[in-house]
T-cell receptor
Framework: KAGVTQTPRYLIKTRGQQVTLSCSPI?????VSWYQQTPGQGLQFLFE???????NKGNFPGRFSGRQFSNSRSEMNVSTLELGDSALYLC??????????????FGPGTRLTVL | GNSVTQMEGPVTLSEEAFLTINCTYT??????LFWYVQYPGEGLQLLLK?????DKGSNKGFEATYRKETTSFHLEKGSVQVSDSAVYFC???????????FGQGTRLTINP
């Protein structure tokens, strides 16, 4: 069974640009969550989508947005990039949403560098 | 709010040494607890989990017991290997909120 896949693996952008990251969950998983990992702030929750609806949102500015498609694939978008947006962006999928016992499985991440 | 505190790293041990990485949590309700591991250049892999008090999660020689009375979920391994070198994250999730709250991570280095 294929794991969570994320594309692209690496991205280099300049300040002010926008970027779109993609995540394909494990087959049969309907929930997709996004996390940002930085050396200073660690791992922080961005948002979660289930059945094409945003269910939870972390404490990030509106420049960070996402969506989920009917096949459960998800994209996240960051507009007007800032240097501080440089990070590893991780996607995780799980079968359901809101079940604390449900395990989230992570993809390899997309490394975004903003110059 | 919900939070996780891990022991400060980095931790350096010799091969076959005993490992303990401390993790304590603060949560409303009854969280599930997880240990994830991150190898260089990779995403997070689930190492083990426990969903209720007194549960013991185990995998690949690692163990952790959900202690409600001390709000702890310490990771242990009896004999570490060089291949265990990685960053370890303790995390929790609470019901009705499908999001993980992570500790700051502990970098483990095992020397041969």
């Amino acid at each position: 069974k294929a794991g969570v896949t994320q594309t692209p693996r690496y991205l280099i952008k300049t300040r002010g640009q926008q970027v779109t990251l993609s995540c394909s969950p494990i087959s049969g998983h309907r929930s997709v969550s996004w996390y940002q990992q930085t050396p200073g702030q660690g791992l922080q929750f961005l948002f979660e989508y289930f059945s094409e609806t945003q269910r939870n949102k972390g404490n990030f500015p509106g420049r960070f947005s996402g969506r989920q498609f009917s096949n459960s694939r998800s994209e996240m978008n960051v507009s007007t990039l800032e240097l501080g947006d440089s990070a590893l962006y991780l996607c995780a999928s799980s079968r359901t949403s809101g079940g604390a016992t449900d395990t989230q499985y992570f993809g390899p991440g997309t490394r975004l560098t903003v110059l | 709010g919900n939070s996780v505190t891990q022991m400060e790293g980095p931790v350096t041990l010799s091969e076959e040494a005993f490992l303990t990485i401390n993790c304590t949590y603060t949560a409303t309700g009854y969280p599930s607890l997880f240990w994830y591991v991150q190898y260089p250049g990779e995403g997070l892999q689930l190492l083990l989990k426990a969903t209720k008090a007194d549960d013991k999660g185990s995998n690949k020689g690692f163990e952790a017991t959900y202690r409600k009375e001390t709000t702890s979920f310490h990771l242990e391994k009896g004999s570490v290997q060089v291949s265990d070198s990685a960053v370890y994250f303790c995390a929790l999730s609470v019901r009705v909120a499908q999001k993980l709250v992570f500790g700051q991570g502990t970098r483990l280095t095992i020397n041969p």
